[in-house]
């Protein structure tokens, strides 16, 4: 009887060795799964735990009070009940490009005209308003190196390698993804492809850009899947401030709130900066996506050349402005014109009629700068602000003949 009561102890004594062993090795395991996140701190105290209590602090996002970092359970959870810790959320969640897949080859003859009509372009250009030296960012896929695009003064890719898409580079800056469409590179020809030096009228391809002198600074967050990270795009974000961009184009969406987004869009509006957005593609029983859906930012949505809301284009009171994003003419990837669709190239009208306003009108606020775009858009919908157009088609005012 004895004998086997050892046994029992010795068998318990092993199984709780066991036990506690297992139970070590879980909670190392766990401690050692690292997310990557941002965390927002309230005060300097919050600053020093956040840096006190993480992996890795990839990012400082100094004018945000945020900080990019890698943290494993123990450290989320620590962060998450600091009371000088405002929140902490992954960084990780996806943006994705606001375009569609209708992207048509056509004739290099082939004259686009009616969209730079439509937003009055060619109406400042005749009196040399090119957006001569306006700082733009274009935060997208990146924007390479094509012929009617060397206004392209600084490339900088935000995006880290992705293991999905080993053939695809994405640290470099240049646009190497998107399944070879170039998304950013046709949101910067809509925006700034260049005018002949000599005429001023005509374009490399016939395609020509709203805005052809301004600086394109081309920051690079998202990969070769069409999607890109909120923390990168928040990094962008925080680049444009420090560098003292006067417009971001953001041709990208998310479907949910961030408070990461919310913050960085914010800090940049407070600098003055302009921020256009893409009102997204979902469909007309879809409210604009994130960021267009933000206050301060400007929500764009598509028409086509038959002035009428585009089947694809999100509706919602968060729309600011119609412009041309059906069918309209670009740039690919490696120069070559196409035809293509989606929200994210309506927004690069707006982008580049702001460029033109801010240099026709040089010591004017961003808010007086966007009142004028509200009250010369082109009434399309029901009278006043709809879900549809939002104020109507963005034109530029009309420039006084000198008597």
């Not at 020809?189 to 052809?212: C, F, M, R, W």
Request: charged share 20%.
């Amino acid at each position: 009887m004895k004998f086997k009561q050892k046994l029992i102890s010795a068998a318990c004594a092993t199984g709780c060795c066991f036990l506690i062993q297992t139970a070590t090795t879980q909670a190392k395991e766990t401690s050692t799964h690292l997310q990557d996140v941002l965390i927002s701190y309230k005060d300097h105290q919050g600053k020093q735990y956040a840096e006190q209590h993480v992996e890795h602090v990839e990012k400082h996002l100094g004018d945000m009070k945020m900080v990019r970092a890698n943290v494993n359970t123990k450290q989320y959870r620590l962060l998450k009940n600091n009371s000088h810790i405002e929140w902490v959320k992954t960084s990780t969640d996806k943006m994705h490009i606001a375009s569609t897949s209708t992207i048509k080859s056509v004739a290099p003859n082939y004259k686009p005209k009616w969209n730079m009509n439509y937003v009055k372009a060619p109406t400042y250009w005749k009196k040399g308003y090119l957006g001569k030296g306006v700082k733009v960012a274009i935060i997208d896929t990146g924007v390479n190196e094509v012929e009617g695009l060397g206004n392209v003064v600084k490339r900088i890719s935000f995006a880290k390698d992705n293991p999905a898409t080993k053939d695809i580079d994405e640290s470099d800056p240049y646009d190497r993804g998107n399944y070879g469409d170039g998304h950013g590179t046709s949101v910067a020809a809509i925006l700034g492809s260049q005018l002949d030096k000599k005429t001023q009228s005509s374009s490399h391809l016939n395609v020509a850009g709203v805005a052809p002198n301004i600086r394109i600074y081309s920051l690079k967050y998202a990969d070769g899947t069409s999607n890109g990270q909120i923390g990168d795009m928040i990094e962008a974000i925080q680049w444009s401030i420090k560098h003292h961009m006067q417009i971001i184009n953001i041709s990208s969406s998310i479907y949910t709130d961030h408070p990461g987004l919310k913050k960085a869009i914010n800090q940049a509006t407070k600098k003055g900066i302009i921020i256009v957005a893409s009102a997204g593609n979902d469909g007309p029983h879809d409210a604009p996506t994130y960021p267009a859906r933000y206050e301060n930012v400007i929500g764009v949505a598509s028409i086509g050349k038959d002035k009428k809301s585009s089947p694809f284009s999100n509706r919602g009171a968060s729309v600011d402005f119609a412009a041309p994003g059906d069918d309209v003419a670009t740039l690919n990837v490696v120069g070559e014109k196409i035809v293509t669709s989606g929200t994210s190239f309506a927004a690069p009208h707006v982008t580049g009629l702001v460029a033109l306003l801010i240099e026709r009108y040089p010591n004017s606020s961003s808010t007086t700068i966007i009142n004028k775009l509200k009250k010369n858009a082109l009434d399309l919908g029901a009278k006043g602000k709809d879900s549809k157009y939002g104020y109507g088609l963005a034109q530029l005012p009309k420039i006084p003949t000198k008597k």
